[in-house]
C-alpha cells in the first residue's frame, strides 16, 4: 500500500518510477536504455559516463565492476576535486536512506564533498531505495533525522527534478539541480555491504 | 530605497505589474486550493486544525525561545558549527565581511536569504571588495536588473517575460524570444554553475532550525540553495531567531503546510536539514534579533513570529495584486511585511505600506500559521499614527474623524451638503461639474468613482415613529411580535438612506416592531480603521450604551457587525466589563442576511418569490467571506427564499476595493481593485449586481457609474424590498 502511495508521489513530482529485484538487475536496465547510448547524452553506441557516490562505492565495491562490465565508464568522485571529476555527468546513482510515500520523496545522506556533488551536478539522476525503507509519512524521516541528530550531515529529502517557476509563474524542469530522475525501488531487500 | 511615495507611483505606472500579478495571483489561488483539499483528505483534518498545530509550536518558541536556542546552539555546535548571536544588521553585516576576509574569499554565492535583503548585505559586500552572486534564478533575475525582490518566494513576479528576456539580451549578448522561457533558465544554469564551483563562500538563509539536533533546514526547487551551502568551503547561514522548532517532527508539520501555502506542491523538490560542516568546511551560523526580540514581548504582534515565509498572504491580496510587493511592504512584502516592518527597518519605513491595507481580510484565511495579520495590520497603524508620523492625507483624516465623532456636527455638515448639491444630484448619484471634476486634488478622487447622491435628509428622518406607512405584510410572519432594534450605520444613514429604509420595510413584512435607537452613530469602525483606537474606543462605547437592552440588533451593515464582533472585543480587552457589554451585544446581532436565513426572521422557501425571474449576480462583502464566515449564504437564500437565478460572479469574495478610507487615502489603489472587481461582474452579463454592505454599494456603484457600464447595484434589502407584495420595482425617494 505504502508502495503504490509512493509511486503515486514520484510520478506527480515528475520522475520516473521502476522497481526492479536487485542491483544487478538495475545495471541491466539502465544498459538497456536506449536514451543512454543517444546523442543526447553525448556517447555514441557507448554507454555513457556513470556516476557512483562515493559512499555507495564504498559500500558496495562491486557495482563499479558490475557497471564497467556493461559498458559504463564509471567515475568515483573521492579525489581532491571531486566536483571536477563529474562536472557535468550525464548519469549518476546514489542510494537512499528511505523513501516516503506521502510526498513521494527520497531521503539521501550526503555528507562528503564527493556524495554531493554526485547529485548536485549530473543531468540525470538514479536513486535508488529497498522497498522495506519505504515509511508511509514524513515523521518517518524525522525519526530517521533524529536517530541522526546532533551528528554532523546533510541529509536531502529530495522530491523529483529540479524546477523552477519563478518567470511568470511558468514551470520549468531542471535548473540548477538534475533535469531527469528515476526512482528505483529495489524489491529483494538487500543489507548494502552484505550485498558486496 | 527610494521613497515609499516613489515605488507606489513607479507601481501604479507600470501596467505590467498589474496584469501579471492579477494573473499570478488567480493560477496560485486555484492551484493552491486544491493542494490544501488534497492535503485536508489525505490528514482527515482541516486546514484550521492543521495551522493551529503549527501555530501551537510556533508560540512555544516565541514564549520559550531562549531556551530553544540554547538548545540549538549547543547541538549545532556539537556538530561543529560556530553559532554567534547578532543584535543588528550592522553587526551582522560586520560578522559575514570579516568570515570573507578571513577565509579570504571575493566571492560568494547565495542561496535564497530573506535575512540577507533584511541587512542589506550585498551593498556591505561589494563596499568590501567581495562579489555576491544571487543563485536563485528570480533573484538573480533582480540581481542583474538592479533590483529588489517584491515577493517572500517569487521575487521577480512583478516582471513579465518579455522584460526579463531584453535583460538576458542585454546582459548576455545573444537572443532570447521571451516565450522560450526554457532557454533562460538553461542560461541562467550554464552561468551560475561556474560560479558554484569557484565560490570562497556560500550562503544561505533558513527555513527552520531544528533544536534538537542543531540541523538547519533548507526548502528549494532549483537547487540552488543546497549547491550554495554544500560546494564552498565555507558555508555563512543567516537565520532570524524565530526560525527555530523545537523537533524535527515538527519541522515537518511546517514543511507539510509551507511547499502547499508557498507554490502549491506538497513538498519542494530539495528539503536539506544540514548539520554542521562537511569534513573540510567551516560553518557559520548567524542567529539575528533585529527587532525580532521586541515583537515577542509585545503580545499585539508576537504572533507575527510565527510567519514561515510562505507568501501566501500577498497572493490573495487585493491591494497587492495592484501594486505587487516593491510598495506593499518594504524589504518584507505583502501582510506580514505590513507588520514586521514597523520593528526590522522601523515605524517611517512602515507608516506607507500599511497605509494601502483595505482590511479585507483575505490575508488571514489563507496563512498556515494562523496570525491575526488584518488586526496586526491595524495596530501597527495605530502605532505609525502615534508615532505622528502622518501623511498630509492621513492628518485630514484625523480632522475628519475628530468631526465625525461628534455626531451633531456631522449631521448639520451632512445635511448642508445634502442641500448643497441638491442641483447636482440625479439617478443616486452627484455630477460633479466638470470645471470641478478636472481639477488635480479632485480629479484623482471622481474620475472613477462618481460620488453618491448626498440626501438633505437622512434616514432615520424617515423611519422615526409615526412616520412610516402601514407595512406591506408577507404571508410568513416569523417575527410576529418581535421587536427589533434597528442599527442603521452612520454611513447608510446619511449617505444610503435607501438601505436601512428598505431593511426596516422588509422587517416589518415579516411582522417585526422595528425601532430606532435615537442616539446612534458610529460603531466606531472607520476610526479604528484610520488608527485612531482612541476615538474609536469611544464610538463602540457609545453604540453599546445606544444599543444595550434585551431586543434583537439587526443590521443592514454587515462591517458594522465585524466590528463589534471582532474589533470591538480587541479594542476593549483592557476593561473586562465594557468586554462583557460588547460581547453580549455581538451576541445579539445580526447582519440582515443572517438574521433571515439562521435568525429569529428566517424565512421560508419562496417566501420572497414574486415571479420575477430576472437574473442577478453577487458580490460577497469581503469580511463576510473572512470574518462572519458567511459564505454562499447570499446567493442561497436568493435561489430558495426569492426563488431567483444567481450567476456565480468569479473571484465573488475578493475586496470591490473601498476599503473604508483606503478609497480615499489611495484613490489609484482602490480603482484598480474596483477594475478587477469590475471586470469579473462583466463576465456574468447580468444587469443587476446585489451584495449586503453599503460601502460596497456605494463604491461599486460610483465606479459602475463612471465607467458607464449598465448594472444596477442594490444592497440585499433595496433588493428584497422590491419584490415585497405591492412594492414599487423603483428604488426608494429618500435620495430624491
Ligand atoms: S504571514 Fe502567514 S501567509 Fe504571510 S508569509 Fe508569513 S506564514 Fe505565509
Known sequence: MGRERFRTGVEAASSRYVELADWGALIAHLAADPE???????????????????????????????????????AVPDGDDPAAEVADVPLAVVRAELAVAETGSVLVSEHALGDRVVTMLCRRLVQVVDADTIVDRLEGAADWLREHGGQPGFASLMTGPSRTA???RSLTIGVQGPDEVDVVVLTTPSGGADEA | MRTFEERYRTALDDPDVRAGLTAFQRGWRESRDAAIAELEAAEGRSFDELRQELAAIKDDVIANGDRYLDQFTANAEAAGAEVTRVATPGEANEQITRICHDAGATLMV???SMVSEEIGLNHHLEAAGITPVETDLGEWILQLAGETPSHLVMPAIHKRKERIAELFERVLDREFPPDDIDRMVKAARTELRERFLASGVGLSGTNALVAEGGSVMLVCNEGNNRMSVALPPVHIVTAGIEKMVPTYADAMKQVRLLARSATAQPITVYTNFVTGPRPGQRQHILLLDNGRTAMAEDPDVAAALRCIRCGACANVCPPYGVVGGHAFGHVYTGA?????TAYHHGIEAAAGPQSLCVSCGACATVCPTDIPLPMQILEVRSKVVDAGAPTPAGRATQLAIAAFGQRWLFDLGIRAAGVVTTPLRSDGVTRVPRWLAE????????GWRTPPALPVRPARDHLKKGKLDEPSRLAAQPLAGRTVQLFLQCLSDRVAPDIPIAAAKLLRAAGADVRLPRAQHCCGLPAFDAGEQDAARTM??????????????????????AMLEHEAPHLLRDDLDDLERAQQLAGRTYDLISYLTTGPGRLPAGALDNGDRTPVTVHRFCQSSTTLQRRDSVERFL????????????EAEVCCGFGGSTSIRSPELSAGVLDR?????????????ITDNPGCVLHLRGGIHASGRQVEVLHLAEYLARRLPGADATPGGASA
Open chain 1, 166 to 168: 519563478d518567470i511568470e
Open chain 2, 336 to 340: 506580514i511585511g505590513l507588520v514586521n
Open chain 2, 439 to 446: 481639477r488635480p486634488g479632485v480629479r484623482e478622487h471622481v
Open chain 2, 639 to 650: 435561489r430558495d427564499v426569492a426563488g431567483v437565478e444567481v450567476v456565480p460572479l468569479p
Open chain 2, 677 to 689: 472587481k469590475l471586470g469579473c461582474v462583466d463576465g456574468t452579463d447580468v444587469a443587476i449586481l
Open chain 2, 110 to 112: 547565495k542561496g535564497k
Open chain 2, 540 to 561: 463602540v462605547r457609545q453604540t453599546i450604551a445606544t444599543l444595550e437592552g434585551v431586543d434583537d440588533v439587526v443590521t443592514p451593515a454587515s462591517s458594522c457587525l
Open chain 1, 36 to 74: 543512454l547510448g543517444s546523442d543526447r547524452h553525448g556517447a555514441g553506441d557507448r554507454r555513457p559516463r556513470v556516476a557512483l557516490a562515493p559512499s555507495l562505492a564504498h559500500a558496495q565495491p562491486d557495482l563499479v565492476a558490475g557497471f564497467t562490465d556493461a559498458g559504463f565508464e564509471v
